[in-house]
């Protein structure tokens, strides 16, 4: 089964949709059975898959979007993407990078880390939707715990958190929270 006409379908609700959508709401919005989603999805993979298209779809933040092949992107993402004035500092790049990868932590938990106090970094990235509070820890005073959003997911390109790159042994050491793992 070649899936011709349900793949159109989701095609047409990917270029529709702003955001990346999950599987379940294409459904919905398709009437097409989540497994027939999912094989058209696969379908619109192969079929974007050869050199004469400068788009695919892509698994980005728990959903599918189209987006520019990667060795499109360098040309393109100086028209195209984050702005300027969106770019990351040094000391934002470090703290979000800290967050990301231990996960969810408090803001002194951020600062033992870093060295450095964090509340302008952290306001920074609440501000660009990178982190959002996830919840409070259970310690004295019920600190705040910060983690990454969709948004981080959908400009890093990443499907989920687990697709961050490995960092290797002296990395894991100065991201770790007691300096001892």
């Known amino acids: 089964m070649e899936f011709i006409e349900e793949a159109a379908l989701v095609e047409a609700v990917l270029l529709l949709e702003v955001e990346p959508v999950e599987e379940s709401v294409i459904s919905k919005v398709t009437g097409l059975s989540k497994d ?4 058209s999805l696969e379908a619109l993979v192969d079929r974007f898959n050869g050199e004469e298209h400068g788009i695919e779809p892509v698994r980005i933040a728990g ?8 060795r499109l992107w360098n040309i ?18 470090e703290t979000l990078s800290i967050i990301a990868y ?24 609440k501000e660009k939707n990178l982190i959002k509070e996830v919840g409070r820890k259970e310690t004295p005073g019920r600190p705040v715990l910060y983690g990454t959003t969709k948004e981080f997911l ?6 989920s958190i687990a697709d961050l790159p490995k960092l290797d042994e002296l990395e894991e050491k100065r991201f770790a929270l007691d300096g001892t793992e």
Not at 76 to 93: C, P, T, V
């Open 102 to 125: 231990s996960q969810p932590l408090t803001r002194t938990e951020i600062e033992n880390i870093r060295g450095v106090g964090a509340d302008g970094m952290i306001r920074t990235l």
């Open 76 to 93: 393109l993402k100086e028209r195209y993407g984050k702005q300027r004035e969106d770019r990351l500092s040094r000391a934002a790049l």
């Open 36 to 39: 027939v989603v999912l094989l």
């Open 63 to 70: 959903g599918w979007s189209f987006a520019p092949k990667e």
């Open 154 to 159: 959908k400009i890093f390109r990443l499907k």
